[in-house]
């Protein structure tokens, strides 16, 4: 019976610390604010091929139709491809994207300052 009561103890103990860290983020304990991204915009009226243009140079994650997904930054972009280079986790490797296979696009909007 001691012994159960220990452990309740302990667990008690624990869960009250991991309480106490979800309470405190992040950017309040490190004294950095969050700001926006510089050119960071989403242009809703615009196609695929419109908006992959704002991120020209820009890192960027792009996902397919299939599912798959590419992070890289956009090089170039054509009438019916894009060119992604330094994709993430795939050192040395570049990709050619048809652009009508994306079905979405994500791009940094925030950052720690």
Do not use: C, W
């Amino acid at each position: 019976m001691k012994k159960i009561s220990q452990i309740a103890l302990v667990a008690a103990v624990v869960l009250m610390l991991f309480a106490a860290l979800l309470g405190i983020s992040p950017v309040a304990a490190q004294g950095r604010s969050v700001t926006t991204v510089e050119g960071a915009k989403f242009d809703t009226a615009g196609s695929i091929k419109d908006n992959l243009k704002i991120y020209a140079g820009k890192d960027v994650v792009i996902h397919l139709r299939s599912g798959k997904s590419f992070q890289g930054y956009v090089k170039a972009i054509g009438d019916h491809f894009v060119h992604l280079e330094k994709l993430s986790g795939r050192d040395f490797y570049d990709a050619l994207i048809r652009i009508e296979d994306i079905t979405a696009i994500e791009a940094k909007f925030r950052e720690l300052k």
